[in-house]
């Protein structure tokens, strides 16, 4: 199916990624534990959050909402949003549209 959108496609993922990071631990979803990630240099890093936000996107298309590690991923269709679930109290708004 897919999810529409507007806004550039770059930005989305940088938004995405972002909120993504906020998710404590978010790289278990790679099967990572914290010494793997720790080990990773920061581009490394940055190149695995942004497939995963990329990962996110894809998976959000075709159903409505996923787990991120401890964290949740929602998708809005009706807002035309993507909600980032990283903790009790801090939820990312990501907007699809310009």
Same mark, same amino acid.
């Given at each position: 199916?897919?999810?529409?959108?507007?806004?550039?496609?770059?930005?989305?993922? $940088? +938004?995405?990624?972002?909120?993504?990071? %906020?998710? &404590?631990?978010?790289? !278990?979803?790679?099967?990572?534990?914290?010494? /793997?990630?720790?080990?990773?240099?920061?581009?490394?890093?940055?190149?695995?959050?942004?497939?995963?936000? $990329? +990962?996110?996107?894809?998976?959000?298309? %075709?159903? &409505?909402?996923?787990? !991120?590690?401890?964290?949740?991923?929602?998708? /809005?269709?009706?807002?035309?949003?993507?909600?980032?679930?990283?903790?009790?109290?801090?939820?990312?708004?990501?907007?699809?549209?310009?």
């Amino acid at each position: 199916m897919g999810i529409p959108y507007t806004r550039d496609y770059d930005e989305i993922l $940088d +938004d995405l990624s972002a909120a993504i990071s %906020s998710i &404590p631990r978010f790289y !278990v979803t790679f099967e990572m534990d914290d010494h /793997d990630w720790s080990s990773l240099e920061d581009n490394e890093k940055a190149v695995c959050l942004r497939t995963l936000a $990329d +990962d996110i996107f894809y998976v959000l298309g %075709s159903l &409505p909402e996923a787990d !991120v590690g401890p964290g949740h991923a929602e998708y /809005d269709a009706g807002r035309g949003i993507i909600k980032i679930t990283a903790g009790p109290q801090l939820v990312h708004v990501v907007s699809l549209r310009d």
